[in-house]
């Protein structure tokens, strides 16, 4: 198989969802998948508080060349990955720029102050022209729903793993992912895991062209 | 293989700063850690607990961070190496001790690790550490970035043991939980044996008995260390410099601001204007090193987080040079290029500089900018932070707050620090009223349970988390039973230190390696220091509720509630739900229901949404963990709990 070149140096990453989805984990799962391809990666997280239910990202720097800062400046993500619908625009707002690309998973969750009634969620419609009129490359897939098809929700995050590694943006290889899996999760789990991680990546090896919506 | 077992040198992980911390720790051979949970701090003890079996290494949470410190120089004084870690907020409690330990001085190497958290991201402050290091005449480390963080902590044990001094490594959170790669060496090999000399004359430190008296004769030995560890410094491979011989501008930082500063330099492509002095030793400042550079420009500027630290130890250096340096001008914290308030990051730094060297930058094109404006762009709701679906206190504070509203007089809740401390927002029903330091909240209700004699009626009471009892509540909770001052404290009992990622505490069996342990029990303690004691399970909400209004109206003492229950995402509870809940569309009434959607609207359990088109709840499968507490709260009881077979 051929190796993935970096398309920018640094590459800049951003994972975000909200607390409680596995954000550090997916984040920790991919840099550890990158990190063996020879690469540096500087992730920097929101931990504690910021987790309760608040949004968190993670911000993943990959380059050939060195750490850098483990916070993304403002407008310089390359690809923007959000385990929530709406969160994938909270980031684009700060990070985004005309060349971005992102990847959203569809299944939404609701804040405190929408299950109150005071404040309003956009439809999936609406929040599908929004990201799509802010990146010009955008994936849409229902990473939750198909994870509950496996038997738990949780592997969406692996789906979204996959989905990234069908992206070929960046080097990460399914080899490498089975060897992290091994590495942090009990045997047990890897037959489920390879399942999710290989839904994902055929779900956005199916597309191709400009905008992409498969969930 | 994990990267704590890993002995080939030159290997590279990617590593936590917090786990890089550790490594370090390991490979200058540590023997015993101790630290109290804290974010961004737990990881560092965390991790060596995992290899204390293997490695043979003495691991504990302590119950606070004075008592960890104190474990720690034990270990020190015993000639083993120690390590004792914490977040800023530790650095007050164990400081008292601290100062009496650097006038003492230390044996085998000991450090102290403290972990700020610049912008409080997960603090009720935001605290500075590095003023400990001044203010004791100890010496102060830095990491500029991940190698470094394993570097220094390695480091850090061998000054120490050269200058037989505790020695304080300074982390910031966006040190502590960001990663990066990490070159491995080796681990330590030497095995150590403890004993405590103390048969010496009392004015030798290093075999006689450990004392921080005679005072001056213990402070002057302390400060002719202080002046030896600058002249080591000065030579220090942790102070870095990059850039032109004779810089426009040149930009002294330390710690994660490197980083950043790094960064606006390349973002701006100013690598020739620019030098950047990057110090991993920030106290004492090495004065040579400092006038060698302050030597080649005339323009100065100071990225640091938190407090203006080494804006004014160094302008006390610049002015102590002038004559041979020269005036110069500083921008920094002081004169506002850099802000005051908060954490910085690249856009900040950027911004200071773009200022300075006249040069313009955009972090977006107003183009793209244009785009938000868009009448058809969503907008994005907020996202408040809530406890958790299914934690036990979403349910205590709707008792607690529905006992006060019955009681109607009036009474509050002093807050204290964990998750808990979210009782003050719309999650925890806004209940609790003040918030500050751990224990705060019982010393606060004790001195409020004191003011009837100013014709105070208001009911008192205050809360606390199990680890926090332990803490810093113990002694609150003694002065108000000694002075009879009348409130009640409502123990949030959920068996873990859940906030930080459920590190073992004295209540529980367990201790930090995994080893049995007594637990220690704050039902009977209490009892003992002859307050009134309540136990009950919060999911129960009518039965606490009466409780605790039972207990309110008692006129005099202390009375304590015990509300045990395990947080909901405890190892135990994870993937396990007690109950299926579904709702009977045909029994819940939607908005006309009459309760002011008592489910949704205030209840606000993430798990339990509101289906706009259908009028009705919804329980998400994916977010309900099935604790089964909403369905007491429905009054048309549409709420239906099955327990899962
Ligand atoms: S971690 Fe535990 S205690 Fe904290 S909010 Fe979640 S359920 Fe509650
Ligand atoms: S049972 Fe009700 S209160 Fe408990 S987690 Fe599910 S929705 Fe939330």
């Known amino acids: 198989m051929g190796k993935t070149q970096l398309s920018k140096d640094p590459y800049n990453m951003v994972v975000t969802g909200v607390g409680g989805q596995g954000n550090v984990m997916a984040s920790r799962v991919l840099s550890n998948m990158l990190i063996r391809n020879g690469y540096y990666v500087t992730v920097g997280e929101t931990f504690g508080a910021s987790q309760r239910g608040g949004s968190v990202m993670s911000h993943i720097r990959v380059s050939a060349q060195s750490v850098w800062s483990p916070q993304i400046p403002k407008g310089r993500a390359d690809l923007i990955v959000s385990l929530e619908p709406v969160e994938a625009i909270r980031v684009l707002e700060i990070y985004g720029n005309q060349k971005v690309k992102t990847l959203t998973n569809t299944r939404p969750i609701y804040p405190v102050g929408v299950i109150s009634g005071e404040l309003d969620y956009p439809s999936i419609e609406e929040i599908k022209a929004s990201v799509k009129n802010l990146s010009p490359t955008a994936w849409f897939i229902d990473a939750t729903d198909q994870a509950i098809k496996l038997g738990n929700p949780v592997l969406g995050n692996i789906i979204m793993i996959g989905a990234m590694s069908g992206m070929g943006e960046l080097p990460l290889y399914r080899e490498d992912f089975k060897e992290v899996i091994l590495d942090s999760l009990p045997e047990g789990n890897l037959n489920v895991n390879l399942k999710a991680f290989d839904i994902g990546a055929s779900m956005l090896r199916k597309q191709d062209g400009a905008v992409f919506d498969v969930s | ?645």
């Open chain 2, 1 to 645: 293989m994990s990267f704590l077992t890993d002995n080939r040198e030159g290997i590279q992980h990617l590593l936590m700063g917090n786990e890089a911390i550790a490594r370090g720790a390991l490979e200058a051979g540590v023997n015993v850690a101790s630290g109290y949970p804290g974010t961004p701090s737990s990881e560092i003890i965390e991790t060596l607990a995992r290899v204390s079996g293997e490695r043979n290494l003495y691991v504990e949470w302590s119950t606070n961070e004075k008592v960890a410190l104190e474990v720690a120089a034990a270990a020190s004084f015993a000639k083993l190496r120690s390590l004792c870690a914490m977040k800023q907020v530790g650095m007050n409690v164990a400081s008292d001790f601290l100062l009496h330990l650097a006038l003492c001085g230390t044996r085998g190497g000991m450090v102290v690790v403290t972990c700020d958290d610049p912008g409080a991201l997960s603090s009720s402050n935001e605290g500075e550490s590095r003023h400990f290091a001044r203010m004791f005449e100890i010496p102060l480390l830095e990491p500029g970035d991940f190698q470094e963080a394993k570097n220094m902590a390695k480091w850090a044990f061998e000054l120490s043991e050269e200058i037989r001094n505790v020695v304080i490594v300074r982390s910031v959170t966006r040190v502590s939980h960001a990663s990066g790669n990490v070159k491995l060496g080796r681990l330590s090999q030497t095995q150590r044996h403890a004993e405590f000399k103390y048969d010496d004359d009392a004015l030798e430190t290093y075999e006689g008995p450990a004392e921080s008296t005679p005072v001056g004769h213990k402070h002057t030995l302390q400060q002719e260390k202080i002046k030896k560890v600058a002249e080591i410094f000065e030579e220090s491979p942790f102070n870095t410099y990059h850039g032109p011989e004779k810089p426009e501008l040149l930009i002294i930082t330390s710690s994660v601001c490197n980083l950043y500063t790094k960064e606006a330099i390349n973002l701006l492509g100013v690598e020739e204007r620019v030098g950047l002095l990057k110090l991993g030793t920030t106290w004492p400042l090495p004065p040579k090193l400092l006038k060698r550079y302050l030597s080649t420009t005339d323009k100065i500027m100071i990225v640091e987080e938190v407090l203006p630290f080494l804006e004014e130890n160094i302008k006390i250096l610049a002015a102590e040079q002038a004559k041979e340096i020269g005036a110069k001008t500083f921008y920094g914290k002081n004169d506002g290029s850099i802000p005051s308030v908060g954490e910085l990051n690249p856009d900040l730094v950027v911004l200071a500089l773009s200022k300075i060297l006249s040069t313009g930058y955009m972090a977006m094109p107003s183009e793209y900018k244009k785009r938000f404006q868009d009448s058809s762009f969503v907008v994005v709701p907020d996202r408040g932070r809530t406890f958790c679906p299914g934690c036990p206190h979403r349910a205590s504070f709707w008792s607690i707050h529905n006992a006060l509203q019955m009681d109607n007089r009036k009474g509050f809740v002093c807050g204290d620090i964990g998750c808990y401390a979210m009782g003050r927002l719309s999650c925890g029903f806004n209940t609790t009223k003040t918030l500050h330091a751990m224990g705060s909240g019982t010393g606060l209700a004790s001195g409020f349970g004191k003011l009837a004699k100013f014709g105070m009626d208001q009911p008192v009471l205050a809360v606390c988390g199990d680890s926090t009892f332990f803490h810093a509540v113990m002694p609150a909770l003694v002065n108000a039973v000694h002075h009879n001052s009348n409130i009640t404290l409502v123990v949030l009992d959920n068996s873990g230190t859940a906030m930080t990622g459920f590190q073992p505490h004295p209540g529980l069996t367990v201790n930090a390696m995994g080893e049995e342990a007594p637990a220690i029990d704050i039902a009977k303690v209490c009892e003992a220091m002859g307050a009134v004691v309540e136990i009950r399970d919060p999911f129960d909400l009518e039965g606490t509720r009466n409780t605790l209004n039972r207990l309110i109206e008692k006129e005099e003492g202390v009375k304590v509630f015990i509300l045990r229950q395990g947080c909901a995402l405890s190892p135990e509870k994870r993937h396990a739900k007690e109950y299926d809940m579904r709702i009977d569309e045909a029994l819940c009434l939607g908005e006309d229901c009459g309760c002011n959607r008592l489910c949704t609207r205030i209840f606000q359990c993430p798990g339990l949404i509101w289906d706009r088109e259908k009028n009705r709840a919804m329980i998400d499968e994916v977010l309900c963990v099935g604790c089964g507490v909403c369905s007491s709260i429905c009054p048309a009881e549409a709420i239906k709990k099955e327990e899962v077979a």
